[in-house]
C-alpha cells in the first residue's frame, strides 16, 4: 500500500490596515502627521482650548513671564501668548490649506494640458513657467500681494492665499507634467483617441487620476511652505494684520522692541512655525516614499 503525499497548503500572510503599515514603515511621518492632527484639532476648537480671549488687553499683565496663570507669558498689551499661538494655529492651517490647494491644482492642471497636448503649447506654457520659476518665490509672493492688496471676504484675506498660491503652481506643474508626458504614451491613451473621447474627458478622466499620487506629495509639502510664506509676509506688514492672531505677525511689531525683556514673545511663536514646517515637511517626504514603487517592501 503506497501512501499519497499530501499537497502543501500555503498560507497567506495576514495584511497589516494600510495605516498601521504607514506607521510602522514611516515612523517620522507618522510623527508629523500626529503634530498636524494636534494643530488643526487645536485649531478647530481653539476656543475651548485656549485659556483666554487671544485679543483682550490687559495692562496689569504686561510682559509677565511664562507662569500657571499663562503658561507661556505675555506680550506688550498683556495678551496670552499661547492663546494667541492656538488662535493663530487657524490663520496658518487656513490660509496654508486653502493656497496649497488653490496652487497645487491650477499647477496640476497646467502641467497635464501641457504634457497632453505638447508641440508648441508645450513649449509655451514651459517657457512661462520657466520665467515663474527663475523668481525667489518670496519675491514673487511680495509682488503679487504688493499689487493686490489686502482684501477679505468671510474673515480670509483672499489676496494673500492668492498671492501664496502663485509661487506654488509653476513647480507643481513641472512634476506633474513629467509624469503626465509618461501616462501619455500609454496604450489606453492611444485606445481613448481611438474611441473619439474628447480632449477634455481624457485629460481629466483618464490622464489626471493617474497623476493623484505626486499632486497629493506637493500638495502636502506645499502646506509648510505656504505656512512660511504667511509668516513671511505677515512679519513684513503685507499679511494678517492687528489685532488677527497669526504666528508671523506675533514676531513683528513689539516683539521685536522687547526681545531681551520677554524673549517668550519670539521664542513660542517661532517654535509653533518650525514644528508646523517640520511636521508637513516629515510627513510629505513619507507621503512621497509610501507612493513609490521602487521603495515598496
Known sequence: MTAVASEPTY????????????????PLGSAGLVV??????????????????????????????PSIDHWLGT?????????????????ALSVGFLASFL??????????VSAYFGGRIDLIVQRFVDILLSFPIIVLALVVVAVLGNQKILGLNLNLIVAIA??????????VRSSALAIREMPFIDAARAAGYSHVRIIFRH??????????IMLTAFVAQAILLEASL?????GVTEPTPAWGLMLSGSAADFYREAPWMIVFPGVAISLAVFAFNLFGDSLRDWFDPKLKV
Open 11 to 26: 498560507v497567506v500572510p495576514k495584511r497589516r490596515h494600510p495605516v498601521l503599515q504607514f506607521v510602522v514603515q514611516q
Open 36 to 65: 498636524i492632527i494636534a494643530m488643526i484639532l487645536a485649531a478647530a476648537f481653539a476656543g475651548y482650548v485656549a485659556p483666554y480671549d487671544p485679543v483682550a488687553v490687559d495692562f496689569g499683565a504686561m510682559l509677565a513671564p
Open 75 to 91: 506680550d506688550s498689551f498683556g495678551r496670552d501668548v499661547l492663546s494667541r499661538i492656538i488662535y493663530g494655529a487657524r490663520t
Open 103 to 112: 496652487g497645487s491644482s491650477l499647477g496640476a492642471t497646467i502641467g497635464v
Open 166 to 175: 502663485i509661487p506654488i503652481t509653476p513647480n507643481v506643474a513641472r512634476v
Open 207 to 216: 490622464i489626471a487620476p493617474n497623476v493623484v499620487a505626486p499632486f497629493l
Open 234 to 238: 505677515s512679519f513684513l506688514g503685507l
